[in-house]
């Protein structure tokens, strides 16, 4: 039986500082089949960065800023792997053998749905609130149910990863996890203070929004909890 194909997508909004170290690393990772990035409208020159440093990585340039769902959505649409794995284009410290063993577990388990990339170097309130599961960014889905869940969930703004592990739930999909040391920058940093506690306030009360008391529970109970 063949094994099962994997492209990497990186949606990436204003990033040209950073996205340079995450494609570096998924260019020499073994077992892509290809990799795409999608712009989602920046104002920063990150395209410039991409097309000048990487020029074979197929870049998808949004004219306007749409929201990482919808350009995780433009990007998966282009792919024809059966596989995509997400990758934040902010990840520090990206390491070529941790996205090699996520691509490995999943080409040995192809009847996994979703592997996320758990982010175990997370402080300690962000783990006990399973915040290193449930949100992150880094996850390899079966890109059929990757579009299908962003169209069902008309997801916006930061609900892309809730949205994701509901339709998982919801639909009783094998989801599995794999450990990984890197994070992504912390809004406070890139933004400052003040505007970085009101973007960590917006993403709460946008997963609030869209998962609601129950679903929020239901997700910290069982989303995500068995390691493949």
Known sequence: MPKPTIAALVPCYNEADRIAKVLRTLTFAAGLDEIICVDDGSTDGSNEVIQRKFPTIKLLKLKTNRGKAAAVLA??????????LLVDADLTKPVKREFEAAISAIKSNPGVDTLVLRRVGKDLLT???RGDVIITGERIVRRK????????GRVRGFQLEVALNQYMLENHKLVRWIPISSTGVISLKKMGIAAGLRKEASMFFHIFGYLGLRNLI???LAFGRQRI
């Open 75 to 84: 990007g998966a649409r282009k792919l024809k792997s059966e596989y995509t």
């Open 127 to 129: 783990r006990s609130l």
């Open 218 to 220: 239901w997700q910290y």
């Open 145 to 152: 149910l990757l579009i299908a869940a962003i169209q069902k």
